[in-house]
């Protein structure tokens, strides 16, 4: 039995790469070899995927970037069926067992994909994924909002017109140590994330781990595009869709740090999280607009989660 | 009994990073967990190091680095002694099973050191190291040199003057995947390796996993300046500290890809591949120098290869 003050154990599932068969990880063993890619290169890519009362939300888009960043890093095609299928053992055993359990299935968690070059020895691709509860901070983020700073991120992606074809632009790969680091130095300053910028330009790019969207006056959604420095965030593009709809004007634009000062409020939106509003920002509190509500309605509209 | 088509297996040890105990790991048991940095974000370091005789080669070098790279990162200091302890361990072990074997112990051999940031559950660092033969490879492009492509690195490293603490310079962590994905797009080509440049400058920064290092007439040495993008190179100081000792001029000075062109010769030095001669530079074929001997030589003395 486990003990109660641990944090309960993920449901894994071990996925063949090339739509072969599943099967179930114990989380008690390790299952990457010391030549896997992973291991060795940070060489690999993931797609995190929030599940919302036993389904799996804004499935296509994350099927479409995984596959998107695969192709990015000359991987093998992940198959989009088998994804689909491995996700809904997983989910379905994650829910039959937390269900038996003391407090019962949460109504979310979080599904996790990973797919790497494999080991050195097979050239397979090794991948899995795990399905697991939301971390209390995202929760407590989501409830209370965030405070940020901006920063440089440090590095201008981009070869100057030239191909540099290795950086696999747009790809949502394992190489994240960075963003994780980013993130220790905002905690250690009494903060919960990063937004980058570009000092060349002043362009805001994205948070460590999160699209950036600002809401103006008038109903306006804006993020700034997605290109080298800005991944394409799939519950960004499901909120623009959806609020289009609902007769909100939403654009892709550059943004300066200013503009965020400027804006009626400024989110956080990515797969788990959801979307957490920026409460300060550069030390500037960022008061709730009337509409807070209403914003975060139109995101759980985008999503589905009714 | 192993069959002889397959690559000998490594000899691994596991690493207490708190300078504990360490103890024999099986290569043919995983010993990753699914929540280990490394794993999911590619946060972690390494150094790879050349065994020599059943010596490690340019040891204190190697450790100063090792630490660098965990402060850079903020991770907890390795114990020097405690690692040069586990590394002559493995070295024993490996040279004592190989001399049993019908080849016997090779001359060389390979020591990757592993230090990630551990298990989210436990956050406790995941250390260990491997000892396994040379990949052939490097032993022909040690014997017949290397075809390279100069091409952007694809990113500027740097703040353009503010700080920017999250991205460990002068770490060597475990975010090598755009250096993979070079040296498959050079292989693609034809190509053995790819000499990064910055755009915004002409200055030729390193290789993907080696340093530059251009031979001009009078007996000088050239390399370009550690910093960001440019990694300190080991080998590098190991070969510029015995060659200044024997009267040659060495400085660690910004070339371009035309100093290359009209250097002498011009190196890719690293711990494993020692000096590979670049043969052929953006497709224009350099010739060997007439002092190819020597420089082998220097380098060999520089690491105490006798």
């Known amino acids: 039995m486990e003990s109660s003050h641990l ?11 090339f739509g072969g068969s599943i099967r179930r990880q114990s989380p008690n063993t390790p299952h990457v070899f010391w030549d896997d890619a992973a291991v060795t290169r940070g060489d690999g890519i993931f797609e995190s995927i929030l599940i919302h009362r036993g389904e799996a939300v804004n499935l296509e888009k994350h099927i479409e970037r995984f596959r998107r960043s695969a192709a990015a890093l000359d991987l093998p095609e992940p198959g ?6 491995a996700t809904c053992e997983a989910v379905a055993d994650f829910c039959r067992e937390r269900d038996s359990s003391d407090g019962g299935a949460p109504e979310q968690a979080k599904c996790v994909w990973t797919m790497t070059r494999g080991r050195e020895s097979t050239g397979v691709p090794t991948a899995w994924l795990t399905v697991r509860e939301i971390d209390p901070q995202v929760l407590r983020q989501r409830a209370e909002g965030v405070k940020v700073a901006t920063a440089p991120r440090g590095y201008t992606i981009g070869g100057q017109g030239q191909e540099v074809p290795w950086l696999a632009v747009g790809a949502k790969s394992l190489n994240y140590a960075a963003s994780m680091a980013a993130q220790r130095w905002a905690r250690g300053r009494g903060l919960d994330d990063v937004i980058y910028y570009d000092p060349a330009t002043g362009h805001v790019l994205e948070a460590t781990t999160a699209s ?38 939403c654009k892709a634009r550059e943004l300066t740090v200013a503009d965020l000062l400027a804006a009626e409020s400024v989110w956080l939106v990515s797969s788990v999280r959801l979307g957490v509003r920026v409460t300060q920002l550069d030390g500037a509190e960022l008061g709730a607009p009337g509409n807070e509500e209403e914003i975060r309605a139109l995101i759980g509209a985008a999503l589905g989660l009714g």
């Open 7 to 17: 944090a309960p154990q993920p449901v894994i599932y071990l996925v063949e790469p």
């Open 80 to 85: 989009a069926e088998h994804w689909a299928h």
């Open 212 to 249: 950036v969207v600002a809401v103006k006056a008038g109903r306006k959604l804006r993020t700034p595009p997605a290109g080298p420095g800005v991944l394409t965030g799939t519950t960004q593009q499901a909120l623009f869709a959806a609020a289009s709809e609902r007769g909100w004007r």
